[in-house]
């Protein structure tokens, strides 16, 4: 009796195990692709099961958890502007910046939901399906760009709240390269 709970233990964890290593090794293939690899990974892992070995599912995984990112920086910004820090004398250059920040992350986030919008609805055709690509290079390439452009003209880049914003904006930036990098995988590799 103890050596069959033993055996039945053992193998058990053996197909965990199994299971974990092969999920993990989804997510390490889709993000090699990717410039910010080990935040690819903890961003996307939980999408393995899913997505295995699908260019069209991680795209679209790392488009979701982009579109997520953006959504609560938007937010993240909405309640900086909400701060008293913004609200003193000598804080009118900050506050326009800041309120330009939160205007390019809604931007990205309308270029998001049309993205992700598109990549639930790919077509197989070849013409079609090179001109949607075109379409998600260029919409995730403006979010990028949108988040790239979101802290210019902040006047006191040392103030710690800056710091905090730059940071936040920084990591939301490098999911969506990642993202980015994701859908060029797509492009290269078709639906197929």
């Known amino acids: 009796m103890a050596v069959l709970l033993i055996s039945t233990l053992l193998l058990l964890i053996s197909s965990s195990s199994n299971h974990w290593v092969c999920s993990s090794s989804y997510v390490e293939d889709a993000c090699s692709v990717t410039r910010y690899q080990d935040l690819c990974i903890r961003s996307l892992s939980s999408f393995s099961r899913t997505a295995k070995s699908s260019p069209s599912k991680w795209a679209r995984a790392g488009v979701s958890v982009t579109l997520s990112e953006s959504k609560n920086t938007t937010q993240f910004l909405v309640r900086m502007l909400q701060d ?15 309120s330009d920040c939160v205007e390019c992350f809604r931007e990205a986030v309308d270029e998001l939901h049309r993205s992700l919008a598109l990549l639930r609805n790919l077509l197989d055709g070849a013409a079609d399906f090179e001109a949607q690509m075109a379409d998600l290079t260029t919409w995730v390439g ?10 210019d003209g902040f006047r006191d880049r040392e103030q710690s709240s800056m ?23 797509l492009a290269s590799a078709g639906l197929a």
């Not at 008293?84 to 800041?98: C, D, H, V, Y």
């Not at 905090?164 to 995988?185: D, E, F, K, P, Q």
């Open 163 to 185: 710091k905090m914003v730059r940071r936040r904006v920084r990591r939301v930036g490098y999911i969506m390269s990642n993202a980015l990098a994701l859908i060029t995988r």
């Open 142 to 151: 403006a979010a990028l760009t949108d988040q790239d452009t979101c802290l």
């Open 84 to 98: 008293k820090e913004f609200s003193g004398p000598g804080t009118n250059r900050n506050r326009i910046a800041l």
